[in-house]
């Protein structure tokens, strides 16, 4: 399956209104390609996001330093769109960075593109509208799930849902992200296999 088909079907599956499908060829057009390399930020804390992206491949780690500590509070995976939003839409330093945690491919738009086709087109708009919606959903099941379920059973459920993370990004990461200390995932690891 080729880049554009890639990006076009999971187009189509958000925006989930085939009334809307042939819109989506101006979407795909006024992105642009850009890639990263492993341990590349997208954007640094102190700095503006340029870009609203598109991952066709690669991993990207949301972190921010709490005490002098990196903390994972984001995986964005291929297929997916990510972005330091608050500061991509409002022109502000992010309060984060964004890196690749492995090689990466991109699919970006500026600011200026995105709100072009906010306004000029009824796929995007229902895209991005769509995008937002299923993300705070994940995110409140994220928030509950850390305040829930212990180590284990987060650990189990991030096995089931997304099996091929454990090859694709470091232990710590996870942990952090799972909000468990890399000692206690280890011996959750160890416990599972």
């Given at each position: ?12 599956t958000v ?7 042939h ?5 795909i ?27 066709e491949?690669g991993?990207l ?11 994972t ?14 500061s991509?839409?409002?022109?502000l330093?992010?309060r984060?960075?964004?890196k690749a945690?492995?090689d990466c491919?991109l ?11 906010m ?12 995008l937002?919606?299923n ?16 180590p284990?059973?987060r ?11 454990l090859q ?18 280890s011996?959750?690891r160890?416990?599972?296999?």
């Open positions: 399956m080729t880049t554009h088909s890639t990006f076009e079907t999971y187009l189509q925006i989930n209104d085939t009334s809307l499908h819109l989506i060829p101006e979407i057009t006024t992105f642009s390609q850009i890639q990263l390399s492993k341990n590349e930020f997208f954007v640094t804390s102190g700095t503006i996001c340029k870009y609203f992206c598109y991952i491949a991993v780690q949301h972190s921010l330093a709490v005490l002098e500590e990196e903390k509070t984001y995986l964005a995976l291929k297929n997916s769109c990510t972005a330091a939003l608050k991509f839409k409002n022109n330093p992010s984060k960075n964004i945690i492995t491919n699919q970006v738009i500026t600011l200026q593109e995105f709100e072009y086709l306004e000029h087109n009824q796929a995007f708009y229902t895209f991005y509208y769509n937002i919606e993300q705070i959903y994940k995110i409140d099941d994220h928030r509950i799930d850390l305040l829930t379920l212990p284990e059973e650990y189990q459920k991030l096995l089931q849902n997304e099996p091929t993370l694709k990004v470091p232990l710590h990461y996870l942990a952090s992200f799972l909000g468990i200390s890399l000692r206690h995932m011996r959750i160890k416990n599972i296999k």
